[in-house]
């Protein structure tokens, strides 16, 4: 009797030992994951958001009906490397002076006093027990060392490249001033043979094997993909979806800057980018649009196989999705083929969320900030905040509609140069106090400067309330050495 009571004891201690790690285990993964995926150079043409020229994009559409599309996204700097470190930071690049590309491993630095102390996005998740994972271009290059718990890394440049260039030298009209503007690598032609020859292929190809296996802790997996970053190269497949005769342009009026400030000017000199009016005389304006098509529609099937892994891994009912562009592109609005200005074409960027607490199909057309992923991202995850963020969290208005109607957004390029989203409006104010002012309800190309206009007096005031109040000078490590007017810029201002 007594030995069948002790193995009774002994089998409930064992049992309790068992439901006890089972439980431990449960607790450990019940924090959703994080699949966080950022595009190069997407720009609004999506068919969930724009649909442009009948833009092909099934898988686009297909996580906008899993969640929240934000329609009306801006980027803190039309420049991938600061978009990115401030998307990365929390912080503003007023705030950080990190206004030009700036190495992975000195965006965090003793002696810039801003980011000398501050805890990256993935860094968090895996402060709060989350195993991180990254691959591809997610922060300017990949990542600063040691960010990530397993890194898949990245493939130097934005290949695969042929031996010659189709079309575009890089130089432009700047080949006698090469060394004030440097070389793009803007092209566009059918190249390579097939899609498994593409980098950003291969980064799915580890996105997906590691959907397929088992983890004691919940993740965070970050997929940068490289297109739609020049060289606009895909194979011809993605081209053939897209004939010539079928192809829009964007708007374009050719006297269009001649009501801009000098600064303005100065920001939107890119000789060593196609200009519109050579696109238009060459014939190239359409082929270039059909590059960037194609390309967008590449990412769209790349985007699916990492959706498809997705709902046929464990983790389909339990994951976070948030998708999100580092800037907008200009396909000749605005006089050339290129991000870097505060004009709406550049700054405005898809962001797209979805996770189990959130609606379905639901679209919301108020400004927001890219900077707001990252408190997004913990609220969502159940994790506490993080108080050095600058960014507000948008779950209250995916779930409530909560704070539309304040809702605005910020960009800045350069030191004291900015731009303003809110009520339909874009005011832009550059370091010498000069001004745009656009009502985009009757101007939607922003193709008249009102800003001289008595009529918008009052709500011009109004949108240079919310200028940042901090304007640090340029970080010693960042640089824009594509830009005369960023080099001389950061020379005369001088850094911190």
Known sequence: MKKSILLLVLLVSLFSCKQEKTDQKKNSTSKPNVLFIAVDDLNNWISPIQNFSNVKTPNFDRLAKMGVTFTNAHVQAPLCGPSRASLMTGLRPSTTGIYGMTPDNQIRRKDNSATKDITFLPEYFEQNGYHTMGIGKLFHIHAPDSVFNESGGRVKGFGPYPKKRFV??????????????????????????????????????????????????????????????????????WFDLYPLDKIETPPYKADDLNDIPPVGMQINDLPMMPSTEWAKESGEWKKIVQAYLACISYVDYELGRVLDALEISKYADNTIIVLWSDHGYRLGEKGTFAKHALWETATKAPLMFAAPNLPKGKKINAPVEMLSIYPTLLELSG??????????????????????????????????NHAIK???????????GTQEFYDHSIDPNEWTNEAKNPKYKTQIEKMKKLLPKIN?????????TFQPYFVEQKARIGSN
Do not use: C
């Open 168 to 237: 575009w030298d890089g130089f432009g009209t700047s080949k006698s001033k090469k060394e004030k503007y440097g070389r793009t690598s803007t092209d566009w032609g059918a190249f390579p043979e097939n899609d498994t020859l593409m980098h950003d292929h291969n980064s799915v190809n580890w996105v997906k094997e590691r959907l397929g296996r088992n983890y004691e802790k919940p993740f965070f997996m970050g997929l940068g993909f490289l297109r739609v970053h020049v060289p606009l190269y895909v194979p011809q497949k």
């Open 383 to 416: 994790l506490p905040a993080y108080k050095r963020n600058e960014g507000i969290s948008l779950v209250a208005m995916m779930q409530k509609d909560e704070g539309i109607k304040d809702a605005y957004a910020l960009t800045t390029f350069g030191m004291n």
């Open 422 to 432: 809110k009520d339909g409006f874009r005011y832009i104010q550059y370091e010498d």
């Open 472 to 480: 640090v000078k340029w970080d010693a490590k960042s640089n824009y």
